[in-house]
């Protein structure tokens, strides 16, 4: 009954900017922790960052200072913008929360399907 789905993904070229969105919904009672992961081909998945409910943020040494991530708490949004992208960016770019469902006595981490990110020329 919980759904984290991605989008904003797409072509980018070098140097360029995108801001992807991922949207919690479902039987959900609060969310603690969102975060976006990467995995490119051939590669494990790597966190990028990570937000609090609180707005305590964390980020990968990778994307710091050109990274930014927030959250919409009313509406279970959280975001990545992303400027002077590079073409190690290029991955599929992964949802993740750790959140409680309703009527339910813990939380636990759910995954989105992910979208594509491609930094070329």
């Known amino acids: 009954q919980v759904q984290l789905v991605e989008s904003g993904g797409g072509l980018v070229q070098p140097g360029g900017s995108l801001r992807l969105s991922c949207v919690a919904s479902?039987?959900?009672?609060?969310?603690?922790?969102m975060g976006w992961y990467r995995q490119a081909p051939g590669k494990q998945r790597e966190l990028v960052a990570v937000?609090?409910?609180?707005?305590?943020?964390n980020y990968a040494d990778s994307v710091k200072g050109r990274s930014t991530i927030s959250r919409d708490n009313a509406k279970n949004t959280v975001y990545l913008e992303m400027n002077s992208l590079k073409v190690e960016d290029t991955a599929v770019y992964y949802c993740?929360?750790?959140?409680?469902?309703?009527?339910?006595?813990?939380?636990?981490?759910?995954w989105g399907q992910g979208t594509q990110v491609t930094v070329s020329s």
């Open positions: 993740n929360a750790f959140l409680r469902q309703i009527r339910e006595f813990r939380s636990r981490g759910y």
């Open positions: 937000i609090t409910s609180a707005g305590t943020t």
């Open positions: 479902g039987s959900i009672f609060s969310i603690n922790t």
